[in-house]
Protein backbone atom coordinates (compact mmCIF):
# COMPACT_ATOMS: atom_id res chain seq x y z
CA UNK A 1 0.00 0.00 0.00
CA UNK A 2 3.08 2.39 0.79
CA UNK A 3 4.50 2.14 -2.86
CA UNK A 4 1.19 2.34 -4.28
CA UNK A 5 0.61 5.42 -2.53
CA UNK A 6 4.43 6.36 -3.65
CA UNK A 7 3.48 5.68 -7.51
CA UNK A 8 0.31 8.39 -7.08
CA UNK A 9 3.06 10.70 -5.57
CA UNK A 10 4.86 10.23 -8.49
CA UNK A 11 2.35 11.27 -11.57
CA UNK A 12 1.05 14.04 -8.84
CA UNK A 13 4.92 15.30 -9.15
CA UNK A 14 5.56 14.76 -12.83
CA UNK A 15 2.50 16.57 -13.48
CA UNK A 16 3.86 18.97 -11.00
CA UNK A 17 7.05 19.04 -12.70
CA UNK A 18 5.60 19.48 -16.44
CA UNK A 19 2.81 21.90 -15.74
CA UNK A 20 3.71 23.81 -13.29
CA UNK A 21 7.88 23.96 -13.63
CA UNK A 22 7.70 24.24 -17.24
CA UNK A 23 5.08 27.27 -17.14
CA UNK A 24 7.25 29.48 -14.12
CA UNK A 25 10.48 28.50 -16.14
CA UNK A 26 8.91 30.75 -18.70
CA UNK A 27 8.02 33.20 -16.24
CA UNK A 28 10.79 33.92 -15.03
CA UNK A 29 12.46 35.00 -17.99
CA UNK A 30 12.76 38.62 -17.09
CA UNK A 31 11.78 40.97 -19.67
CA UNK A 32 14.34 43.32 -21.83
CA UNK A 33 15.88 46.07 -19.91
CA UNK A 34 14.67 45.29 -16.69
CA UNK A 35 17.19 46.28 -13.90
CA UNK A 36 14.22 45.06 -10.39
CA UNK A 37 12.05 42.64 -10.28
CA UNK A 38 9.99 44.24 -7.47
CA UNK A 39 6.96 45.51 -9.90
CA UNK A 40 7.32 42.31 -12.24
CA UNK A 41 4.81 40.22 -11.30
CA UNK A 42 4.65 37.87 -13.52
CA UNK A 43 8.66 36.70 -12.19
CA UNK A 44 7.90 36.67 -8.70
CA UNK A 45 4.39 33.90 -9.67
CA UNK A 46 7.39 32.28 -11.50
CA UNK A 47 9.91 31.94 -8.99
CA UNK A 48 7.07 31.32 -6.41
CA UNK A 49 5.66 28.49 -8.59
CA UNK A 50 9.29 26.75 -8.90
CA UNK A 51 9.83 27.42 -5.11
CA UNK A 52 6.52 25.31 -4.27
CA UNK A 53 7.79 22.83 -7.20
CA UNK A 54 11.10 22.42 -5.60
CA UNK A 55 10.13 21.89 -1.84
CA UNK A 56 7.31 19.51 -3.29
CA UNK A 57 10.32 17.01 -4.72
CA UNK A 58 11.92 17.97 -1.11
CA UNK A 59 10.10 16.48 0.75
CA UNK A 60 9.46 13.77 -1.10
CA UNK A 61 13.33 12.66 -1.63
CA UNK A 62 14.00 13.58 2.49
CA UNK A 63 10.81 12.39 4.07
CA UNK A 64 11.52 8.60 5.10
CA UNK A 65 7.91 7.37 5.41
CA UNK A 66 7.54 8.29 1.61
CA UNK A 67 8.19 5.39 -0.61
CA UNK A 68 11.38 6.17 -2.89
CA UNK A 69 8.84 5.63 -6.14
CA UNK A 70 7.43 8.94 -5.33
CA UNK A 71 10.49 10.70 -6.08
CA UNK A 72 12.68 7.95 -8.50
CA UNK A 73 10.10 7.28 -10.93
CA UNK A 74 9.73 10.77 -12.16
CA UNK A 75 13.78 10.97 -11.34
CA UNK A 76 13.96 8.16 -13.99
CA UNK A 77 11.88 9.60 -16.46
CA UNK A 78 14.21 12.58 -16.30
CA UNK A 79 17.52 11.35 -16.78
CA UNK A 80 15.65 9.24 -19.35
CA UNK A 81 14.68 12.29 -21.18
CA UNK A 82 17.67 13.64 -20.77
CA UNK A 83 19.69 10.72 -22.51
CA UNK A 84 17.35 10.54 -25.85
CA UNK A 85 18.02 14.41 -26.08
CA UNK A 86 21.69 13.74 -25.76
CA UNK A 87 21.62 11.23 -28.34
CA UNK A 88 18.79 12.37 -30.65
CA UNK A 89 17.50 15.87 -30.63
CA UNK A 90 14.81 15.87 -32.47
CA UNK A 91 13.20 12.44 -31.54
CA UNK A 92 13.20 13.85 -27.69
CA UNK A 93 12.02 17.49 -28.82
CA UNK A 94 8.73 15.52 -30.65
CA UNK A 95 8.38 13.53 -27.79
CA UNK A 96 7.24 16.16 -25.68
CA UNK A 97 3.35 16.93 -25.28
CA UNK A 98 1.73 20.08 -26.06
CA UNK A 99 4.75 21.92 -27.24
CA UNK A 100 2.30 24.72 -28.93
CA UNK A 101 1.52 25.69 -25.29
CA UNK A 102 3.79 26.90 -22.72
CA UNK A 103 3.81 23.91 -20.87
CA UNK A 104 5.51 21.84 -23.59
CA UNK A 105 7.77 25.05 -24.42
CA UNK A 106 8.78 25.51 -20.76
CA UNK A 107 9.72 21.42 -21.12
CA UNK A 108 11.85 22.10 -23.46
CA UNK A 109 13.48 24.93 -22.32
CA UNK A 110 14.54 22.88 -19.29
CA UNK A 111 15.25 20.05 -21.23
CA UNK A 112 17.75 22.09 -23.16
CA UNK A 113 19.21 24.00 -19.86
CA UNK A 114 20.58 20.72 -18.39
CA UNK A 115 18.14 21.36 -15.58
CA UNK A 116 15.75 18.29 -15.86
CA UNK A 117 19.01 16.25 -16.21
CA UNK A 118 19.83 18.30 -12.32
CA UNK A 119 16.58 17.51 -10.55
CA UNK A 120 16.08 13.75 -12.50
CA UNK A 121 19.94 12.93 -10.26
CA UNK A 122 18.46 14.28 -7.15
CA UNK A 123 14.89 12.11 -6.99
CA UNK A 124 16.44 8.99 -8.07
CA UNK A 125 18.67 9.14 -4.64
CA UNK A 126 16.02 7.68 -2.49
CA UNK A 127 16.04 4.45 -4.96
CA UNK A 128 19.66 3.59 -3.54
CA UNK A 129 19.07 3.95 0.27
CA UNK A 130 18.09 0.48 1.26
CA UNK A 131 16.43 1.66 4.33
CA UNK A 132 13.37 3.76 2.18
CA UNK A 133 12.20 0.47 0.84
CA UNK A 134 11.31 -1.28 4.71
CA UNK A 135 8.31 0.28 6.12
CA UNK A 136 8.93 2.15 9.21
CA UNK A 137 8.06 0.68 12.43
CA UNK A 138 7.00 2.59 15.79
CA UNK A 139 9.56 2.37 18.57
CA UNK A 140 8.61 0.69 21.59
CA UNK A 141 7.01 2.16 24.25
CA UNK A 142 7.71 0.05 26.83
CA UNK A 143 11.39 0.47 28.73
CA UNK A 144 13.88 -2.46 28.25
CA UNK A 145 14.82 -2.48 31.66
CA UNK A 146 10.42 -3.11 32.40
CA UNK A 147 9.14 -6.93 31.94
CA UNK A 148 5.71 -6.86 30.71
CA UNK A 149 4.22 -7.38 34.54
CA UNK A 150 5.23 -3.67 35.29
CA UNK A 151 8.01 -4.25 37.33
CA UNK A 152 11.23 -3.36 37.64
CA UNK A 153 13.72 -6.12 38.51
CA UNK A 154 16.96 -4.02 39.44
CA UNK A 155 14.86 -1.97 41.66
CA UNK A 156 14.84 -4.72 44.81
CA UNK A 157 18.93 -5.30 43.74
CA UNK A 158 19.65 -1.78 44.15
CA UNK A 159 18.40 -1.19 47.96
CA UNK A 160 20.73 -1.43 50.78
CA UNK A 161 18.76 -3.61 53.26
CA UNK A 162 20.22 -4.49 56.78
CA UNK A 163 19.19 -7.33 58.87
CA UNK A 164 16.74 -9.33 56.03
CA UNK A 165 14.42 -6.34 56.70
CA UNK A 166 12.14 -5.78 53.44
CA UNK A 167 10.48 -2.30 51.89
CA UNK A 168 7.44 -3.12 54.30
CA UNK A 169 9.11 -3.37 57.54
CA UNK A 170 10.67 -0.02 56.29
CA UNK A 171 7.93 1.33 56.08
CA UNK A 172 5.62 0.34 59.75
CA UNK A 173 9.17 2.28 61.27
CA UNK A 174 7.89 5.61 60.00
CA UNK A 175 4.42 5.66 61.71
CA UNK A 176 3.75 8.34 63.84
CA UNK A 177 4.86 8.26 67.70
CA UNK A 178 3.62 8.42 70.56
CA UNK A 179 4.62 12.83 71.89
CA UNK A 180 7.18 13.00 74.75
CA UNK A 181 6.34 15.42 77.60
CA UNK A 182 9.59 17.30 77.85
CA UNK A 183 8.63 18.42 81.14
CA UNK A 184 7.73 14.53 82.26
CA UNK A 185 9.65 13.04 85.45
CA UNK A 186 11.93 10.77 82.89
CA UNK A 187 13.55 12.67 80.35
CA UNK A 188 16.03 11.18 78.40
CA UNK A 189 19.61 11.35 78.74
CA UNK A 190 21.85 12.45 75.30
CA UNK A 191 23.42 9.78 73.73
CA UNK A 192 26.78 10.93 74.91
CA UNK A 193 26.03 10.62 78.71
CA UNK A 194 25.74 13.17 81.16
CA UNK A 195 28.44 15.75 81.58
CA UNK A 196 31.05 15.63 83.29
CA UNK A 197 32.53 18.84 85.31
CA UNK A 198 36.09 18.77 86.99
Not at 44 to 50: M, N, T
Not at 99 to 118: D, K, M
Not at 169 to 176: E, N
Not at 182 to 195: E, I
Amino acid sequence: MRHLIGVILAIAAAAAIFFAASWAWLKVRPPLGATSFVHAHGVIEGFAVLAAVGLLAGLLIAVPAISPLASGLPGLALLGWTALYLTNVPRAMRYIPLRAHPYGAGFAALLETGLLALAGAAMVVPLFVPSRWRRMRPAAVVSPAMNPEGNFPGLQATQTMTGNHGLMSDWVQTRPQQRIDPDGPMRSQPPWGPAEYG
